[in-house]
Protein backbone atom coordinates (compact mmCIF):
# COMPACT_ATOMS: atom_id res chain seq x y z
CA UNK A 1 0.00 0.00 0.00
CA UNK A 2 1.39 3.40 -0.83
CA UNK A 3 2.50 5.79 1.75
CA UNK A 4 -0.38 8.64 3.14
CA UNK A 5 2.43 11.02 1.38
CA UNK A 6 2.03 9.73 -2.02
CA UNK A 7 -1.79 9.09 -1.47
CA UNK A 8 -2.45 13.09 -0.71
CA UNK A 9 -0.02 13.71 -3.33
CA UNK A 10 -2.27 11.55 -6.04
CA UNK A 11 -5.35 12.89 -4.37
CA UNK A 12 -3.83 16.62 -4.87
CA UNK A 13 -3.19 15.89 -8.24
CA UNK A 14 -7.11 15.22 -8.88
CA UNK A 15 -8.03 18.25 -7.85
CA UNK A 16 -8.66 20.89 -10.30
CA UNK A 17 -6.29 23.71 -10.81
CA UNK A 18 -8.36 26.00 -9.21
CA UNK A 19 -8.94 24.22 -5.94
CA UNK A 20 -8.87 26.15 -2.68
CA UNK A 21 -6.84 24.88 0.69
CA UNK A 22 -10.70 24.33 1.75
CA UNK A 23 -11.29 22.04 -1.05
CA UNK A 24 -7.67 20.19 -0.17
CA UNK A 25 -8.63 20.09 3.42
CA UNK A 26 -12.09 18.40 2.90
CA UNK A 27 -10.35 16.01 0.38
CA UNK A 28 -7.44 14.92 3.22
CA UNK A 29 -10.90 15.07 6.12
CA UNK A 30 -13.08 12.96 4.00
CA UNK A 31 -10.25 10.25 3.01
CA UNK A 32 -9.34 9.93 6.87
CA UNK A 33 -12.73 9.42 7.64
CA UNK A 34 -13.25 6.88 5.15
CA UNK A 35 -9.95 5.54 6.10
CA UNK A 36 -11.56 4.96 9.77
CA UNK A 37 -14.52 3.69 8.56
CA UNK A 38 -12.73 1.08 7.05
CA UNK A 39 -10.39 0.22 10.03
CA UNK A 40 -13.40 0.24 12.34
CA UNK A 41 -15.29 -2.34 9.99
CA UNK A 42 -11.94 -4.43 10.08
CA UNK A 43 -11.83 -4.80 13.76
CA UNK A 44 -15.53 -5.37 14.04
CA UNK A 45 -16.37 -2.16 15.51
CA UNK A 46 -19.83 -1.75 13.67
CA UNK A 47 -23.67 -1.67 14.41
CA UNK A 48 -26.17 -3.26 12.54
CA UNK A 49 -28.99 -1.73 10.03
CA UNK A 50 -31.48 -3.36 12.28
CA UNK A 51 -30.08 -1.24 15.65
CA UNK A 52 -29.34 1.85 13.90
CA UNK A 53 -33.17 1.95 12.80
CA UNK A 54 -34.37 1.04 16.53
CA UNK A 55 -32.65 3.80 17.94
CA UNK A 56 -33.91 6.42 15.30
CA UNK A 57 -37.15 5.34 15.53
CA UNK A 58 -37.21 5.59 19.69
CA UNK A 59 -36.70 9.38 18.92
Do not use: C, N
Amino acid sequence: MPTAKKQALAMVKKLPEKATWDDIMYEIYVRKKIDAGITAADEGQVVSHTVVKKRFLKK
